[in-house]
C-alpha cells in the first residue's frame, strides 16, 4: 500500500516563499512509470494541478500559477516536495500530494490527506 504524507508550515507571509514537502512510503518515486504531482484546492474552489515530477525527474508545471512554482525531490529520501516563491493570500488552499499513473492517462492512484496552507500577514 502506497502512502502519501505532506508536511510543512502551515502559515506562510505573502512574498515569502512555501515551502511543502511528499514522503512517500510502501513505493520509490523512481519506479517506472507513475509520475508525482502536487495538486491544491482554495477554500471555495476546485482542484487545481500546479506541477509534477516524473520517475526519470522531468518536470512540468502549469503555466496558469502565478507563484512562481518548483517541484523537486530527494530520492535518498524517497521525498518530493514544492515551492512557491513570491506568494499571495491567492496561494492559501489544501495542498495535496498524489501519485499519477501514466498508463491509465493520468489518472491518480494515490493521494495524501492534504494540508492547509495559510498565506497571511
Known amino acids: 500500500q502506497v502512502q502519501l504524507q505532506e508536511s510543512g508550515p502551515g502559515l506562510v507571509k505573502p512574498s515569502q516563499t512555501l515551502s511543502l514537502t511528499c514522503t512517500v512510503s510502501?513505493?520509490?518515486?523512481?519506479?517506472?512509470?507513475?509520475?508525482w504531482s502536487w495538486i491544491r484546492q482554495p477554500p471555495g474552489k476546485g482542484l487545481e494541478w500546479m506541477g509534477t515530477i516524473t520517475y526519470d525527474g522531468y518536470i512540468n508545471y502549469n503555466p496558469s500559477l502565478k507563484s512562481p512554482t518548483s517541484i523537486s525531490r530527494d530520492t535518498s529520501k524517497n521525498q518530493f516536495s514544492l515551492q512557491l516563491t513570491s506568494v499571495t493570500p491567492e496561494d492559501t488552499a489544501v495542498y495535496y500530494c498524489?501519485?499519477?499513473?501514466?498508463?491509465?492517462?493520468?489518472?491518480?492512484?494515490?493521494w495524501g490527506k492534504g494540508t492547509l496552507v495559510t498565506v497571511s500577514s
Open positions: 510502501g513505493g520509490s518515486i523512481t519506479t517506472s512509470y507513475y509520475y
Open positions: 498524489a501519485r499519477v499513473v501514466y498508463h491509465s492517462g493520468g489518472s491518480i492512484d494515490y
